[in-house]
Structure formats: C-alpha cells, structure tokens
C-alpha cells in the first residue's frame, strides 16, 4: 500500500524559506502513472493547489505562488520537495503532499499524504 | 484561472436524507471534475473523478454527474459517517483549481 509522509519544521519566521519533504513508500516516484504535488489549506479555509512535478521532472505551479515556490524530485529517495521563499502569516497552513494518478485520460488526486501544519511566525 | 463555484456553501440534514450539492465552473472542464470529502482534521479523500466514477473503494451511495460547467455529487441516503466538508477540483487546464467547499452538518 503506497503512503505518503509530510516532513519539515512546523515553525518559520516570516521572510525565510519553508521546505518540506514528501517520503514515497511502498512504491515507485518514478512510475509514469502518477503526478506528484502539494496542496495548502488555511486554518478554517479551503484548499489551494500549489504545484505538481513528474518523476522526470517537469513542473507546474499555481501562477499566484510561483515566483515563490520551488518543487523538486529526488528519485534516489523515493521522495519529492516544496520550498517557498518569503514566508508570510498569510502562508500559515497544513500542506498536503498529493498523488495525482493516471485513469485512462484523467490525472486527479487519488493519495494524499496526513497532512503537516506549518505557521509562520516570528 | 477557472474558478469553481460550490453550493450551498454549507446544509443541514438528517440521517438518511437525499442530499446533493452542486459545482459551477466558470468555464467548460468537460468531464475533468473530482470530488472530495473532507473531515475535521483529516486529509482530504478521494470520492469520484471523472465526474461520475468512483474512487475505488467508495460505496455506491456517492454518486455524481454533469459535465461542461455544471456538476452534482448526490449521497442517496446520508449516513453519520457522511457528515464532513465536500470538495470539487478540476484538473482539466492548469491551475488546477479547488471548489470552496460545502459542509454537511447534522440537523
């Protein structure tokens, strides 16, 4: 059974960077069926899409956080990477690393990790 | 960016009752929705993709259909289980893009 697990400080000071890790288990980062991303989600808000890589590679990112954020694969570990620079309070939030899955033509979001809360504050 | 619009944005019921909530896409997404459910503290789950297929795993009292720029997901009879926050994203064109969500409470 794959999972996924959110790793990363739960605390960042306003202006510095956020990085957390997603650990992939029980299978393969590198299988072509799959995306892999990270969702946000405010304290008592909805959800935000923030990127989304391929084993390869490839990247996309949400346009309103781009110039902020970075997302990376490592195959060797098995695990993928957020990190989003100039951290506000506006960016307090429980990220979600995410599986994006290939069904016939359809990719969605069909894993999703537990979930890590991140404030920020000083 | 394609905004979708859930609604209501919360309703009230009662175990065992019918109960459907809607989501407008500002633009066609064909059939490129999924909805999920979320409950407090817990990461979001997978219900239907497709618009209409099941997650696998999920029971057959979820259902949902539509396509283009309208959408429903409908429980057919609600359970205690069932009270939580519900989600439609579609993954049609990038940005992908999440639904405000509605929230099912206990009458």
């Known amino acids: 059974q794959l999972q ?3 790793s990363g400080p739960g605390l960042v000071k306003p ?3 956020l990085s957390l890790t997603c650990s992939v288990s029980g299978g393969s980062i590198s299988n072509s069926n799959y995306y892999w991303g990270w969702i946000r989600q405010p304290p008592g808000k909805g959800l935000e899409w923030i990127g ?5 590679g490839s990247t996309y990112y949400n346009p309103s956080l781009k110039s902020r954020v970075t997302i990376s694969v490592d195959t060797s570990k098995n695990q993928f990477s957020l990190t989003l620079s100039s951290v506000t309070a506006a960016d307090t939030a429980v990220y ?3 599986r994006r899955g290939r069904y016939g033509s359809h990719w969605y979001f069909d894993l999703w990790g537990r979930g890590t809360l991140v404030t920020v504050s000083s | 960016d394609i905004q979708m619009t859930q609604s209501p944005s919360s309703l ?3 175990v065992g009752d019918r109960v459907t909530i809607t989501c407008r896409a500002s633009q066609g997404i064909s059939s490129s929705l999924a909805w999920f459910q979320q409950k407090p503290g817990k990461a979001p789950k997978s219900l239907i993709y497709a ?4 997650h696998s795993g999920v029971p057959s009292k979820f259902s949902g259909s539509g396509s283009g720029t309208d ?7 609600l359970q205690p289980e069932d009270f939580a926050t519900y989600y439609c994203q579609q993954y049609y ?5 999440f639904g405000g969500g509605t929230k099912v409470e206990i009458k």
């Open chain 1, 52 to 56: 989304s890589i391929y084993y390869s």
């Open chain 1, 4 to 6: 996924l697990q959110e």
């Open chain 2, 12 to 14: 009230s019921a009662s």
């Open chain 2, 51 to 54: 618009a209409s297929s099941l």
């Open chain 1, 96 to 98: 979600y690393c995410a």
């Open chain 2, 71 to 77: 959408f429903t997901l409908t429980i057919s009879s």
């Open chain 1, 15 to 17: 202006s510095e960077t």
């Open chain 2, 93 to 97: 064109i990038y940005p992908l893009t």
